[in-house]
């Protein structure tokens, strides 16, 4: 399986992610609410859970339902809870929209079951994104971003400067909740497929750095979108040549690539080019020195415990050890049975021939092995059912088997009692070894087979 | 127990790691999990070798519980090529499983039932 075949979908996907979530992203920025991408998610996933109470499976269109109107009140309360002279700040009142949904959520799952889905609004994965799931994100991502090219003027002032808008007539509460309204739906959408932690990454990443750049919309709007789509398929192909979870993967390469663009900006910017450039080693320095530090602390700490770790390593591997203490368990017991087996019938079997039995795993095989040995070379069958016959191990349905065999081939039972054990059947034993004894055994070639 | 038999040999591939006892009493061998970290995402290429097993060994049945999202399972078996088998992983899980035994009755039947519909070449002979 080839990268394509695997990462196609996700990385169209990943696309068209980036296209939709980096110009909610630049609103989010300007507006300060930062965290209302999580607030939104849990509040649809909450949605998603109170279904659940009343008997919606989760991803089925009652549950869609659910968590849309959910994400309806949710608009509502943000739209609301945007004061016009801001005493609170907003994000505070988002951060507590997160986790008293977050808390609710808990509380009705209490009351059903369904933990696993809560988690998978977290993590998510990209990997298993389908061709008709980025169908549908694109249409609802069109439909969006159709409403927000309409309503652009509105929404563009609103979030610049509310207080702006309001005074040249703009109903902002109303726009609010349309905005929220538009905004929730595609954050719940995402979130179902991507995860809490990366739908948050395409929304604020691109935008940061289109945010430290310039302040014109329609540049930000670009350089967003370049990044974005880059470091998407950079990180993506880093997760397939690594080996990494790909979620993750995306999410800290858009770190690193977010720090080294700041570093660039700072040194590109800077009036003085030369105390930039020596700020810049500084702290190249500096997070050198810190890595070093933490690193000798580390190992300094790793070899001064070298008995939890082994104590560690030890739990580590009990399954293994455990494994292989049964296999020398076994080896022990397979032996004192060798040494059993060999002191009854020794005398009248080929060496080899016992331990060839007890190479088989269990009863059915031996049946099996000695009925086709009686069918190729009587004498070696014969060997085989004299152990088989005096092998204690073997239960009595099939030591009753082993006597019919017996009887089919000599015509004779020798008074072998598959009831009773070794010590009841010992002279039928030391008759049957003194008739085996009595038959010549077949040349090397044939025995061989 | 007789139509446990009929799954001796069975090749499946699994979410998470959650039936060893069960799949090595009727020796049906699980040839690797979905998702081998439970709760970590797994890796593309872990994945595609999942997916290049199941394609080169004729494995079509995907085994998960129901605790998971069914959607998010379909997905899972869409993408690997798979038929899903959606189980309780304990009695009480489902409607009609009660008891441990019907527990046992239910997989035995659904696997059955998977294993018929895509068709298995035969138990893997040793």
Known sequence: ?449 | MKAAESLRGLKIVAYHKNISYFAELFDIEIVDYLEPKPGIPPTPGHISAVIDKMRSQHIHILWAENYFDIGQVRKVSDRVGARPVIVALAPGGQPEMRTFFDMFDIWIRELRNAAQETDRPGPSSH
């Open chain 1, 1 to 449: 399986m080839n990268i394509l075949e695997l990462m196609a979908a996700p990385f169209v996907e990943c696309l068209v992610l980036v296209a939709i979530h980096t110009y909610l992203g630049i609103h989010v920025l300007k507006r300060r609410v930062i965290f209302v991408d999580l607030a939104l998610a849990q509040i649809a996933a909450l949605g998603t859970t109170v279904g659940f109470l009343f008997g919606i499976m989760p991803d089925t269109t009652g549950a869609l339902l659910f968590s849309m109107a959910f994400t309806f009140i949710g608009a509502a309360v943000f739209a609301v809870t945007r004061f016009r002279h801001e005493r609170v700040p907003q994000e505070a009142i988002i951060g507590l929209t997160y986790a008293v949904s977050c808390a609710v959520a808990i509380l009705v799952i209490e009351k059903t079951r369904g933990a696993e889905h809560l988690k998978d609004i977290l993590v998510g994965n990209l990997l298993w994104v389908t061709w008709s799931d980025v169908a549908l994100a694109a249409v609802v991502y069109l439909a969006v971003g159709g409403i927000h090219f309409f309503l652009r003027n509105k929404f563009l002032m609103i979030s610049d400067d509310h207080e702006k808008a309001r005074l040249m007539g703009l109903h902002v509460g109303v726009w609010d909740f349309v905005f929220y309204l538009t905004f929730g739906i595609v954050i719940s959408l995402s979130t179902r497929v991507a995860g809490v932690l990366l739908v948050f990454v395409f929304l604020v990443a691109p935008a940061i750095l289109a945010f430290s750049i310039t302040k014109r919309m329609t540049t930000q709007l670009l350089i967003g979108w370049g990044t974005g789509t880059v470091v998407t398929t950079v990180g993506l192909y880093l997760s397939w040549v690594l080996d990494l979870p790909s979620g993750p993967a995306v999410i800290a390469f858009y770190g690193v690539a977010l720090i080294l663009a700041g570093a660039v900006i700072f040194l590109v910017r800077a009036e003085d080019r030369k105390r930039a450039w020596r700020l810049f080693a500084t702290g190249i320095v500096v997070m050198l020195f810190v890595g070093a530090v933490l690193w000798s602390i580390g190992t300094w700490i790793a070899s001064s415990t070298i008995a939890v770790s082994e104590e560690v390593r030890q739990v580590e591997t009990d399954l293994g050890r455990d494994r292989s203490m049964t296999t020398e368990r076994e080896d022990e017991a397979r032996h004192s049975q060798h040494q059993v087996l060999s002191d009854r019938v020794g005398q009248c079997v080929e060496v080899g021939r016992i331990a060839e039995y007890l190479d088989l795993a269990g009863p059915e095989e031996r049946i099996e092995f000695i009925r086709t040995k009686l069918a190729a070379d009587p004498r070696w069958g014969l060997e085989c059912l004299v152990i088989a016959l005096a092998d204690d191990d073997m239960a009595l349905l099939y030591r009753e088997e082993c006597v019919q065999m017996l009887k089919a081939v000599t015509g004779r039972k020798y008074g072998y009692d598959p009831q009773s054990d070794y010590a009841a059947n010992a002279p039928a034993i030391k008759r049957i070894c003194r008739y085996l004894r009595g038959i010549p055994r077949a040349g090397r070639g044939t025995g061989a087979t």
